[in-house]
């Protein structure tokens, strides 16, 4: 995660519901994906603390990417409480942009506070987006969906495998407090994807 954005395309609007509970409805709270506002952006501070600081200052950092020109992020919702975002940008694939060109779409972050993982939040919220890749395809050729993830993270690396992503790059670079980060990227096929 965490890559450098430059990009014009701005907010998606759409929500959507997510039942996680896979047969088991009323033990398990809705989660409630949407896209957020200025007042999460307290929330996105404090979660990327929780879960980033190892690598680096990104509680200040994510923040500030919220605010970013091209930058959408959604927030995952439990109970109106925020339990996790997901920010996501578009990178020209090559340098010197023409008329249909292809994009990059770069996942920037994903986050769910620890005490909410492993209920499906992160899947809902990779999947709003897969939809917002796929709004974004009616326009722009996007050829793949790239991000970052230290080679330390075995957490987040299964979890992306079982999103579609693959190494790409083993040696993409460090994090600022040392961990090798990989490139992890995933192709994009209009029209097929969203899984
Ligand atoms: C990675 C992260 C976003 C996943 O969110 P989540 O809500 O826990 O994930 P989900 O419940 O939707 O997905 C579950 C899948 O993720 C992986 N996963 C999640 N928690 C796991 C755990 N404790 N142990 C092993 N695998 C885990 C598994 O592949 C799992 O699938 P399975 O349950 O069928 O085995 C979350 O763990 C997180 O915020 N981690 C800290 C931040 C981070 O590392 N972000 C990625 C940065 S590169």
């Known amino acids: 995660m965490f890559s450098t954005l430059f990009s014009t ?3 998606n609007t759409s929500n959507s519901r997510v039942d996680l509970t896979s047969g088991n409805w009323q033990a398990m709270p809705m989660v409630q994906v949407e896209p957020a ?3 999460d952006v307290e929330y996105i501070h404090r979660i990327s603390k929780d879960v980033f600081d190892i690598y680096g200052d990104y509680g200040k950092i994510l923040p500030r990417f919220f605010t970013s020109q091209g930058v959408t992020t959604y927030v995952a919702r439990v109970a109106d409480n925020v339990v996790g975002f997901v920010m ?3 990178l020209p694939w090559a340098k010197g942009v023409t008329e249909g060109s292809p994009w990059i779409a770069d996942l920037l972050a994903i986050a769910v506070v620890s005490g909410h993982q492993r209920h499906g939040v992160g899947t809902a919220l990779m999947q709003q987006a897969f939809d917002l890749v796929a709004q974004m395809s009616e326009w722009r050729d996007v050829k793949e969906i790239q991000l970052t993830c230290a080679e330390s993270n075995t957490i987040g690396l299964s979890f992306f495998a079982r999103h579609g992503f ?4 083993p040696h993409h ?5 040392g961990q ?3 490139r992890l990227t995933r192709d994009f096929v209009s029209g097929s ?3």
């Not at 693959?166 to 790059?169: F, L, Q, Y």
């Not at 670079?173 to 407090?177: D, K, L």
């Open 9 to 11: 395309f701005t907010q």
């Open 37 to 39: 506002q200025q007042e």
């Open 88 to 90: 996501l940008g578009f």
């Open 166 to 169: 693959k190494i790409s790059n």
């Open 173 to 177: 670079g460090n994090y600022s407090e």
């Open 180 to 182: 090798v980060a990989l």
């Open 193 to 195: 994807d969203g899984d």
